[in-house]
């Protein structure tokens, strides 16, 4: 993602026409009371642009905070004649505390002084840093970030160690999007499931804007010192809340399940561990290699593609790598992942003598993905193992990994799926109804869900048709 400040902003009004005003609320119990908030900000102002509401509201919820700056944004005016990178950092931490203390005065708060535009050369010590935080915090943490796709690389770097420490120490993430709004269109649709937290009574914001002027004013008439808050930019943060992208990562108890019933659900936290016992006790748990149904299955998918000459097919979920053998015969290159270390062993191995365009990758969606844009995406048997909200941050990985038009396939098993979130149903539906300006076609089979869609985010949606 490439932008500028200087560019034209979204205009706010486009937001709202689209529903921004309209989203839902954060849910009650999303902040534990009487837990600890620890707010992350990349560049003084994130945290007043992006959290004000969550910080005016920690003593409602009785919660000891502290926020974390990385960095002083001392770069934010890189051609100025008038400030030099020293002066502008002394200025713009003034500002921090400044805005701080208006928002709350019980705060703690530490700066780290990591070079502005240069974070994600830090990320061992930014994660190191969340991690001492959490470890003298009381009670169950919330940790607040910037958003880890929202185009900057120092807020993405801070929102993606937050991701990776709060899954390793089970506690919420909270990220807040700053510049996405600025350069992201409303009919991007990853912000439709993000929540809203609203501003308690007496929370000015555009008073607590005032409190950075380095940024919301023209330094001087120069050039070189122009603003860099435009009033275009700052209206996005005026409309009366913080809005967060919510990652639960809290561990359930080992005897119940998410809502207190029944026995623990595993999900994606847990799906490393969990397949790699599995894979330990037989090296094809699933019998992929000589099961009729399993082999059938594969035929079915493959004949059904749409294209058989791919550039590059994403696999999400390869286990031991038998349907990634298929598809690299329909694409230049393919990248398949998995959780599970064991099972990759066993793809690697297989793989060894038969393909040098398959890349095998360890990695657990929706907290890693890998590089690369693919025009296919393969989800299959492995969407059952992510939370809803789980699932929605890997769709939202998919469209940002995407072309404005490209295959997207779901195959399924139908039966009862136990200890697991989702079923096959769960999951189409909702990878079917993410990308609400699409075009559409799917097929189903009895013992399995299989659908292939091809999906086009420019066209007029459609109605699709099942094909039996």
């Known amino acids: 993602m490439s932008f500028s400040h200087r560019d034209r902003s979204t205009r706010e009004d486009a937001w709202v ?25 990349a560049h003084p102002d994130d945290e007043a642009l ?28 890189p051609n100025s004649p008038t400030h030099s990178r020293e002066q502008l950092k002394s200025v713009r931490i003034k500002e921090f505390y400044r805005a701080l203390s208006t928002i709350n005065d019980t705060h703690s708060s530490r700066f780290l002084a990591l070079p502005d535009g240069r974070l994600p050369e830090y990320t061992n010590h930014i994660q190191d840093a969340i991690r001492q935080e959490i470890a003298r915090s009381r009670g169950p943490v919330t940790l607040i970030a910037p958003y880890s796709e929202d185009g900057h690389c120092d807020h993405e770097a801070v929102g993606a160690s937050a991701l990776e420490v709060g899954r390793a120490s089970g506690v919420v993430v909270l990220e807040y999007p700053i510049w996405y709004w600025h350069w992201a269109a409303p009919t991007d649709p990853r912000w439709h499931s993000w929540k809203v937290l609203t501003d308690p009574r ?21 050039s070189g010192d122009e603003v860099i808050l435009t009033s275009a930019h700052l209206k996005h943060f005026g409309r009366g809340g913080d809005t967060f992208v919510i990652t639960d990562f809290r561990r359930p108890p080992s005897d119940a399940g998410e809502h207190g019933e029944g026995p623990a659900i595993n999900d994606a936290s847990s799906a490393s561990s ?42 999400i979920g390869c286990s031991v790598g038998a349907l990634t053998r298929d598809l690299a015969a329909c694409s ?137």
């Open 17 to 41: 026409q689209a529903g921004v005003l309209d989203l839902s609320l954060v849910p009650d119990g999303t902040v534990t009371e009487g837990g600890s908030i620890i707010v992350l900000a």
């Open 50 to 77: 992006g959290a004000a509401a969550l910080l005016s509201r920690a003593d409602e919820w009785n919660c000891q905070l502290s926020v974390l700056l990385f960095s002083a944004g001392e770069n934010s005016h």
């Open 202 to 222: 007496g929370l000015d914001r555009q008073s607590l804007f005032g409190c950075y002027e380095s940024q919301t004013r023209p330094l001087s008439d120069h």
């Open 274 to 315: 969990v397949f790699d016992d599995v894979h330990r006790q037989r090296a094809d748990p699933w019998t992929v290699w000589e099961s009729e149904y399993e082999i059938a299955k594969r035929a079915t998918l493959v004949a059904n593609l749409p294209s058989k000459s791919f550039s590059h097919i994403l696999e």
């Open 332 to 468: 230049a290159k393919v990248t398949a992942i998995d959780a599970s270390c064991e099972a990759l062993k066993t793809a690697k191995y297989l793989q060894a003598r038969t393909s040098t365009k398959i890349d095998l990758l360890h990695a657990t969606v929706p907290f890693e993905w890998p590089n690369g844009h693919f025009d296919c995406v393969v989800l299959s048997e492995t969407g059952f193992y992510l939370t809803r909200s789980q699932l929605q941050r890997t769709l939202e990985r998919i469209d940002g990994t995407t072309p404005s038009r490209f295959v997207l396939v779901l195959c399924h098993w139908k039966g009862e799926i136990k200890d697991w979130p989702l079923n096959a149903d769960e999951v189409h539906d909702a990878c079917l109804g993410y990308w609400k300006r699409s075009r559409i076609e799917f097929r189903t089979v009895a013992e399995y869900r299989l659908d292939i869609v091809t999906v086009d985010k420019t066209a007029d949606p459609v109605s699709a048709e099942a094909v039996e």
